[in-house]
């Protein structure tokens, strides 16, 4: 909305960009919602990358139990289960993806291309096709090209997105 309205002038912060100082704890409460939010984009972002690399650790080292045992603790009726590998590649990850991002300038459009190539396949295709294979639509009716006609809207759509993020980061 900052861009439509403003053009290439809108402040890299819109909330306090403009000067918008007072009242300190409205700005507050807002850098607060941003934080959450971008720890819980970040978790679904980087979920697909987390499994992917846990499941070939699994697939390269079968016999090591530091990779393939669980842990599970017990808190109250709930079970909580991970192993050492998950938790120390996760945590590793955070940690180095963190500190790079801290030294780029730009960390905030490489955050936005992750988020742009992540966006298709995990919010649109999968469950496209996951909806199509649960309904049993026949493949092509005239309710699976719409489908996949949306998908394939979509999935120019991300390709502009990522695009757009390479071009600011080539310029950065």
Not at 35 to 59: K, M, P
Request: net charge positive; glycine share 4%; aromatic share 16%.
């Amino acid at each position: 909305m900052g861009y439509a309205a403003l053009g290439e002038n809108t402040p890299r912060n819109l909330l306090a960009g403009f000067g918008f100082y007072e009242p300190f704890w409205l700005l507050d409460i807002a850098h607060a919602a941003h934080v959450i939010h971008l720890i819980g984009s970040y978790r679904v972002d980087c979920q697909t990358l987390f499994v992917l690399v846990e499941n070939w650790a699994e697939r390269r080292w079968p016999k090591s139990s530091f990779v393939t045992d669980k842990i599970n603790i017990k808190l109250a009726s709930y079970s909580l289960k991970f192993n050492l590998f998950g938790l120390t590649w996760r945590s590793l990850f955070v940690v180095l993806t963190t500190l790079v991002s801290t030294l780029l300038p730009f960390s905030a459009e490489v955050a936005g291309f992750v988020t742009a190539m992540l966006f298709w396949p995990l919010t649109v295709y999968f469950p496209i096709q996951m909806f199509i294979v649960q309904k049993k639509i026949p493949k092509h009716s005239i309710q699976w090209a719409c489908l996949q006609l949306l998908s394939l809207a979509w999935l120019i759509i991300t390709i502009t997105a990522a695009a757009s993020y390479i071009v600011v980061i080539v310029r950065s």
